[in-house]
């Protein structure tokens, strides 16, 4: 178990939807990473976050959005969900400041159908 | 930008022996790490061995092993008496400076057989 929690653990939905993914970092953890891991794309950096506020966006489409919230749970919000969403969204999380060992969440498997 | 390249789709090796999987990659930086990460059928990504790149000394963490080559830019990965929990996928990553993202290869699927 490395710390880091997501929820929900499986997410089904319909095309043109909204979904909103969850996860709560290790204690003491002031980074949150987002990946998306999909079968032709592999994993794929889409944002980071430090202690609330962005620091780096990746290969993150217009339609997804995130944020960090003071108490340093994450949010990932998927809009106007296609076929080609379909994946699953890692969380992992860092202290930051120097430490560089990220510990990943169990993912949210998401299908859109 | 940093590209990382594992050109090994899926291995396969015998229980108790050992198995090299590939890395390479390509940045014009100087400060980075690399990583193996290892992701068995549960899904769960799990750190199995770093690598400080202004570290000439290879890493090491039981049976796992890496032989980091700085100028060939390569960090392969090699696991000692293999064992059937070994079976996974195992993933190399890149990271620019500390508290960054990571950026990985396109994976290694590796069985272990009995």
């Known amino acids: 178990d490395s710390g880091v929690t997501q929820t929900p653990k499986h997410l089904i939905t319909a095309t043109g939807q909204r979904v909103t993914l969850r996860c709560s970092p290790r204690?003491?953890?002031?980074?949150v990473y987002w990946y998306q891991q999909s079968l032709d794309q592999g994993l794929q950096f889409l944002i980071h976050?430090?202690?609330?506020?962005?620091?780096a966006k990746g290969n993150i489409l217009e339609r997804f959005s995130a944020q960090q919230f003071p108490d340093l749970h994450s949010e990932l919000n998927l809009s106007s969900l296609e076929l080609g969403d379909s994946a699953l969204y890692f969380c992992?999380?860092?202290?930051?400041?120097?430490?560089?060992?990220?510990?990943f969440g169990p993912g949210t498997r998401l299908t859109v159908l | 930008a940093q590209t990382v390249t594992q050109s090994q789709p899926e291995m396969s090796v015998q229980e108790a022996e050992t198995v090299t999987l590939s890395c390479t990659y390509d940045?014009?930086?100087?400060?980075?790490?690399l990583f193996w990460y290892k992701q068995p059928p549960s899904r769960q990504m799990i750190l199995v061995i770093r690598?400080?790149?202004?570290?000439?000394q290879n890493a090491t963490e039981n049976r796992f092993s890496v032989n980091f080559q700085k100028a060939a830019k390569s960090f392969s990965l090699k696991i000692s008496d293999s064992q059937l929990g070994d079976t996974a996928m195992y993933f190399c990553?890149?990271?620019?400076?500390?508290?960054?993202?990571?950026?990985f290869g396109a994976g290694t699927r590796l069985t272990v057989k009995p």
């Open positions: 990553a890149f990271m620019k400076g500390n508290n960054n993202d990571m950026r």
């Open positions: 940045t014009s930086e100087s400060n980075y790490y």
């Open positions: 992992a999380s860092t202290r930051g400041g120097g430490t560089n060992e990220q510990f």
């Open positions: 690598q400080e790149a202004y570290k000439q």
């Open positions: 204690s003491g953890d002031l980074s």
């Open positions: 976050y430090y202690n609330g506020e962005e620091r």
